[in-house]
């Protein structure tokens, strides 16, 4: 059974850069097959698609984050990890991590973590 | 505003029948996989039916997915008081080249 395990700070200042680290267990990420996903939710809104990564290193980013966003694999920690710089309020939000399959539906989810974003 | 549209809201009374819409595009549900997910308050999203009409291992019969065009519907039937969550449709958008959700449906059971 594949879990995933979001783990990262809680509350980030503006203007900062968002870290986050997710932890795969129960499947290796260089086996290939799946893409590596991020995901996040709004307070109370729905669900935004950040972007993904290959056990390669090949990436597809959401092009509204694009300029911010970079999302890293690290095959023999096996995890991934993404990094948004300048975040603002609109960044605060439930990050995360997903299995997607190459079809890309999201078939294993990590339980989420809250990042805030304020001073 | 989603690239996907659902109706914000549905319901309906144990053993119904419920149908939820999503509309898209021929960038996005005409030419690509139609995935739906279930989000129960407080907790991560589910995947409950893949490739338009696939369900996962595990997920009811009760849930079943259909597509045409550019529309794509879940329908639950046998409502159950469980059921009581969020829906979310999702699928490739070519012209954007990424993954596209609706703005989710909550769906009431009575």
């Known amino acids: 059974q594949v879990q995933l395990q979001e783990s990262g700070p809680g509350l980030v200042e503006p203007s900062q850069t968002l870290s986050l680290t997710c932890t795969v267990s129960?499947?290796?990420?260089?086996?290939?097959?799946?893409?590596w996903s991020w995901i996040r939710q709004h307070p109370g809104k729905g669900l935004e698609w950040i972007g993904y990564?290959?056990?390669?290193?090949?990436?597809y980013y959401n092009p509204s984050l694009k300029s911010r966003l970079t999302i890293s694999v690290d095959t023999s920690t096996n995890q991934f990890s993404l990094k948004l710089t300048s975040v603002t309020a609109a960044d605060t939000a439930v990050y995360y991590c997903?299995?997607?399959?190459?079809?890309?539906?999201?078939?294993?989810w990590g339980q989420g973590t809250l990042v805030t974003v304020s001073s | 505003q989603s690239v996907l549209t659902q109706p914000p809201s549905a319901s309906g009374t144990p053993g119904q029948r419920v149908t939820i819409s999503c509309s898209g595009s021929?960038?996005?549900?005409?030419?690509?996989?139609v995935f739906w997910y279930q989000q129960l308050p407080g907790t991560a999203p589910k995947l409950l039916i893949y490739?338009?009409?696939q369900r996962p291992s595990g997920v009811p019969e009760r849930f079943s997915g259909s597509k045409s065009g550019t529309s794509a519907s879940l329908a639950i039937s046998g409502l159950r008081s469980e059921d009581e969550a969020e829906y979310y449709c999702?699928?490739?958008?070519?012209?954007?080249?990424?993954?596209?959700f609706g703005g989710g449906t909550k769906l009431t059971v009575l």
């Open positions: 999702a699928a490739w958008d070519d012209s954007l080249s990424g993954v596209v």
């Open positions: 021929s960038s996005n549900i005409e030419g690509n996989f």
């Open positions: 129960g499947g290796s990420i260089s086996s290939g097959g799946y893409y």
């Open positions: 490739k338009n009409n």
């Open positions: 997903a299995r997607a399959a190459l079809t890309q539906e999201f078939d294993y």
């Open positions: 990564i290959y056990f390669s290193g090949s990436t």
